[in-house]
């Protein structure tokens, strides 16, 4: 069939997520999946039935635009005991349809044409074609490798009269590099006397190692104010697939959030909000949740220590970077792709989350599995 050129593409330069390419790879190969970012793993059965209960119980039509109340009273509640930090559950807090929903409505709500926004490298996927699809203009700035930290001096030098947004992440999504006190401390100085708005993608918060503390920007009044806080159910819970988030936002901000979000999604899954709302009483879910991975992290890299690879231990996310260059010049790409075909392990190449590809030689590999599945992947990467 012809079809006539009606489409001027509004992202010219993006095609399938590197995600959908490895996890169908690893499909087609019968492959170990350590590519893309799920648990291999049930999610708690207590929480599967308070759901249930909440369907039989009538709570199936729409929720309220921004969320159910009691849902987002227990999230003021949580964010205050853990970060000191008071939002108002009627005007500044959003349940979203999972956090990738909630950064795109941020950055809509925000930024417009010629607006600049920070980024740093290598960063998440789905920051920098909402900027682009709003008009905004991407600065890239990047992590100082092997520990992948922020060069703040770089940073302050870029800021000028057209920056609006910084966006952060810690945990840090691939890397699993974590935030400090100091670059917080930075980061309020850098935006000081500025009129730039901070999206903080937190939505690992509570999966954070080796005793440290998540340093969420609630924790930091002069970042808050101008901030929107990105978590997320999926990770906290082992529910990605039900795609449920929220946002935490001073009432200015969120005013403009919900103007934005009402017409994305307009409300949320209503029964399972209702079940988040009773399983956020049982505090120990995401209290012990560090713990939880910190044992699938250093039960997977004890298992690859005799093996070729090289890797600092993640500080945070159920993400650990493995570098190849005892083995291979090849690129990250053509590895992981061998890797998926000739060994049958699937992981994620880093250069993909560089806008010009950076190549350091590195993949990501996901431990937030059962130890049989890490077992197995270990004795692939030993073998190698």
């Known amino acids: 069939m012809h079809y006539p050129n009606l489409i001027n593409s509004k992202l010219p330069n993006v095609g399938t997520t590197i995600f959908t390419v490895m996890s169908k790879l690893a ?10 970012g799920f648990p291999d793993f049930s999610c708690n059965e207590e929480l599967v039935a308070l759901v249930n209960k909440y369907m039989k119980a009538g709570n199936n039509q729409y929720a309220p635009m921004a969320g159910i109340i009691g849902l987002r009273e227990m999230l003021a509640q949580k964010t205050e005991e853990l970060y000191g930090a008071k939002y108002d559950p009627e005007s500044e807090i959003t349940i979203t349809a999972g956090g990738t929903q909630a950064i795109y409505t941020a950055i809509s709500a925000i930024i417009r044409e010629d607006d600049e926004v920070i980024i740093f490298e290598p960063a998440y996927d789905c920051y920098q074609p909402a900027i682009e699809m709003n008009g905004g203009k991407t600065i890239y700035m990047q992590l100082q490798a092997p520990d992948y930290t922020i060069d703040w001096e770089k940073v302050k030098r870029v800021i000028n009269h057209h920056t609006k947004m910084i966006i952060i992440n810690t945990p840090h999504n691939p890397t699993g590099s974590v935030m400090s006190v100091a670059d917080m401390i930075m980061l309020e100085k850098i935006i000081k006397g500025t009129d730039i708005v901070i999206i903080s ?13 998540h340093q969420s920007v609630a924790r930091f009044p002069i970042l808050a104010e101008r901030s929107f806080i990105i978590s997320s159910f ?23 959030f919900r103007k934005v979000h009402q017409f994305l999604v307009f409300s949320c899954n209503t029964p399972i909000q209702y079940a988040l709302m009773e399983f956020l009483k049982e505090k120990n879910h995401y209290l012990e949740l560090g713990n939880f991975y910190q044992q699938k992290r250093d039960y997977f890299i004890n298992l690859i220590k005799g093996s070729k690879f090289g890797f600092i231990p993640a500080a945070g996310t159920y993400f650990q970077l493995l570098n190849y260059k005892k083995l291979s010049s090849e690129k990250d790409t053509d590895f992981a792709i061998r890797l998926t075909k000739e060994f049958g392990l699937a992981a994620i190449p880093i250069s993909v989350f560089y806008h010009e590809q950076e190549d350091n030689h590195v993949l990501r590999f996901c431990f937030a599995k059962k130890e049989e599945t890490l077992e197995k992947a270990a004795e692939i990467l030993n073998k190698i």
């Open 27 to 36: 499909a087609d190969n019968n492959a170990i999946n350590l590519s893309q």
């Open 234 to 256: 999926g990770k906290t819970y082992h529910t990605t697939g039900w795609k449920m988030g929220y946002c935490l936002a001073p009432k200015n901000l969120m005013t403009e």
């Open 201 to 213: 993608d937190e939505v690992y918060e509570h999966i954070i190692f080796d005793k440290q503390q």
